[in-house]
């Protein structure tokens, strides 16, 4: 039996937590996941996700690139941006790491995502617990005296909240004031087959948002939309696909064929449409015992397909800063002075471009595309 570091609970089963699980068990730490949700699936919101390259080195840390990239669709450059009639625009070559041999870019749906890193966390022996979250946390000299909702009361040397960007975690770490900040745009979201000129992430620009294709596998992509939307304001369900529909009309090319061919009437239960909201904390993410990662301290907007590669990264640098430091206290400094600058990088550029495509008059001179690799070459530097 190896030897253990001491015990974690990670509240939230989502990407971050559930590579944060990895992380840990290869750090050799015993890790418990607790998932509100009631099984791996109903965790999974949303459709398809970008994996830009910095995503599959993280990836790759805890043993999981490998099985991203057989089950989804790798690229060979980062994107094209087209438009509004659909024609090419602008090259977006994308950035990568020399010597690593991993693609620019690999796309994948959710739900094989969270197959893989379920699948692994299992294999590393993390224990996973569906439909249980906590009622209390009690930080105290000798660990966390966790109240969770079956009743019982355990105690983790530390606990690390991954629980997005509702965390409930959030309050006993941070200020209760810091919460995320709506964009002002949400996206809608829905699964298409692919076309074969979306072999990168395609981009058209409109006059009221961005519309966006992602290829997740040989024979399937995603549309994206951001669009500019009231906060609060409803959509119902059924009406999703004419909202859409109405969006994309001033669009040719690429996206009126799309829009008249599969965003029908009887698709509108497949929409995701969520909201776009932001977050960046100050370091420190900790409070004694107690350490977020992902959404929970850092909210990213999808402009730059980053979120998800910044919450993997989160957890394969937590990982590290534990193995690396005697005092935890020490780990958890040395694990936000290495993670926020570049996660408050993607965040406020995803702001940048979110702002950009509500209003472009507003921002004569913005460069999308150049903002775009300018973060994308940041992101290789090595974590
Ligand atoms: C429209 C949209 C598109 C996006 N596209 C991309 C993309 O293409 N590429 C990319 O990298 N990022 C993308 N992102 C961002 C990405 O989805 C997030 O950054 C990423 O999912 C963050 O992971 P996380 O684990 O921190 O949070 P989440 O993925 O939200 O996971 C949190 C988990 O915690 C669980 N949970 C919540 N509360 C509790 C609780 N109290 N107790 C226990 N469990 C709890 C939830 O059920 C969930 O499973 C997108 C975001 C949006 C809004």
């Given at each position: 039996m190896k030897r253990s570091r001491g015990s974690v609970l990670v509240v939230g089963g989502g990407i971050?937590?559930?590579?944060?699980?990895?992380?840990?068990?290869?750090?050799?730490?015993?890790?418990?996941?607790?998932?509100?949700?009631a099984d791996l699936h109903s965790s999974v919101a949303g459709v398809g996700i970008i994996q830009p390259v910095n995503a599959l080195r993280a990836l790759d840390a805890i043993g999981c690139a490998e099985a991203c990239l057989a089950a989804g669709y790798a690229t060979t450059a980062w994107g094209r941006m087209l438009d509004v009639e659909g024609n090419p625009l602008?090259?977006?070559?994308?950035?990568?790491i020399p010597g690593s041999g991993l693609p620019c870019m690999n796309g994948l749906s959710r739900p094989r995502l969270h197959h893989v890193l379920t699948d692994r966390a299992r294999e590393t022996g993390a224990v996973l617990e569906y439909g249980k979250t906590f009622h209390s946390l009690a930080d105290g000299p000798d660990g966390v005296a966790v109240a969770l909702t079956d009743g019982t009361t355990r105690t983790y040397d530390h606990v690390v909240g991954a629980d997005g960007v509702r965390s409930r975690t959030r309050p006993y770490v941070l200020a209760e004031e810091l919460k995320p900040v709506y964009l002002g745009q949400s996206a809608f979201r829905l699964d298409i087959p692919?076309?074969?000129?979306?072999?990168r992430i395609v981009l058209q620009h409109g006059p009221d948002g961005l519309v966006g294709y992602v290829p997740i596998g040989?024979?399937?992509?995603?549309?994206?939309?951001?669009?500019?939307?009231e906060e609060g304001r409803r959509l119902e369900q059924d009406k999703a696909a004419a909202e859409l529909r109405e969006r994309l009309a001033p669009f040719g090319g690429l996206t009126a064929r799309v829009r008249d061919t599969h965003v029908t009437d009887d698709r509108a239960r497949?929409?995701?449409f969520r909201p776009e909201e932001w977050l960046i904390a100050p370091a420190p993410w900790h409070r004694g015992r107690i350490v977020?990662?992902?959404?929970?301290?850092?909210a990213v907007t999808p402009h730059l397909g980053q979120g998800a590669a910044q919450a993997i990264e989160d957890g394969v640098v937590l990982a590290e800063c534990l193995a690396a430091h005697d005092a935890y206290e020490d780990a958890f400094r040395a694990y936000a002075d290495r993670r926020h600058d570049r996660c408050a990088l993607v965040v406020e550029s995803s702001v940048a471009i979110g702002a950009y495509e509500m209003d472009p008059s507003a921002h004569p001179g913005f460069d999308h595309a150049g903002l775009t690799q300018?973060?994308?070459?940041e992101m290789v530097r090595p974590l």
């Open positions: 971050g937590g559930l590579s944060t699980a990895v992380a840990l068990r290869q750090a050799e730490y015993d890790v418990t996941v607790v998932e509100i949700r602008r090259e977006m070559p994308g950035a990568r692919r076309e074969p000129e979306i072999d040989p024979d399937t992509a995603y549309l994206f939309l951001n669009v500019t939307w497949d929409i995701v977020l990662v992902g959404d929970a301290v850092h300018r973060v994308l070459e």
